[in-house]
């Protein structure tokens, strides 16, 4: 999984508790990518950051905030979680202008 | 607005046969169009991609590609599929913004 690692890789939680989720990286790229993978729905963006301290909002960033303090690492924080946040979170990386992103294994969260 | 489309949610194949994957996009430029596998519990791994050039893409596994324009495609495809193909399988699209759209995935299922 091209030297990323998501943790943790399975959670469970009760609705309304703050939840942080940590994808690291090893391969120095620039680019990071939050995703929730849901049925029906594919892959969808939630933040991504063009580097470090520079962060933006993807297509579904309600209820999410990011935080990237180092280039490897790029914290997805569920403020207070819901039921409808119950998804497999991914984490993936790029470098500018190559296109290809670059997926971790996933985070399986459920909000119960 | 950018789009993908997987029309169908599951394809069928005995194994030793020919696959095809569709998937139909919806730019307003020229787009950057990838595929992607999920094997089960694992993250997105990369396939192949089209930028530019030409139209017939060669990737991992055997798999390859043909972009075409008019009407709006880039279906995946192999000549002969193994059991080990069965998967997940994405397409997406950007327009070389770094944003990919997915499409919401066909499931492919080889039979021995």
């Known amino acids: 999984d091209a030297g990323i690692t998501q943790s943790p890789r399975h959670k469970v939680t009760e609705t309304g508790t703050p939840v942080t989720l940590r994808c690291h990286q090893t391969?120095?790229?620039?680019?990071m990518y939050w995703y929730r993978q849901d049925p029906g729905h594919g892959l969808r963006l939630i933040h991504y950051?063009?580097?470090?301290?520079?962060?933006d909002k993807g297509e579904v960033s309600d209820g999410y905030s990011v935080s990237r303090s180092k280039t490897e690492d790029f914290l997805l924080t569920l403020e207070s979680a819901t039921s409808s946040q119950t998804s497999v979170y991914f984490c993936a990386i790029s470098e500018p202008y190559q296109e290809t992103q670059y997926f971790g294994p996933g985070t399986r969260l459920l909000v119960l | 607005a950018q789009s993908v489309a997987q029309p169908e949610d599951q394809v069928n194949v005995a194994e030793g046969n020919p696959l095809t994957v569709k998937c139909t996009y919806s730019v307003s430029g020229n787009p950057y169009l990838f595929w992607y596998v999920q094997y089960p519990n694992r993250g997105l791994q990369f396939l192949l991609k089209y930028i530019t050039g030409d139209n017939l893409v060669k990737g991992s596994y055997g798999f390859e590609a043909e972009f075409n324009k008019s009407q709006t495609s880039f279906h995946l495809k192999k000549p002969s599929a193994l059991v080990s193909d069965s998967a997940l399988y994405f397409c997406a699209v950007t327009l070389g913004t770094d944003k990919l759209i997915f499409g919401t995935g066909t499931r492919l299922q080889v039979f021995p």
């Open positions: 391969e120095n790229h620039r680019y």
């Open positions: 950051s063009y580097g470090v301290k520079d962060t």
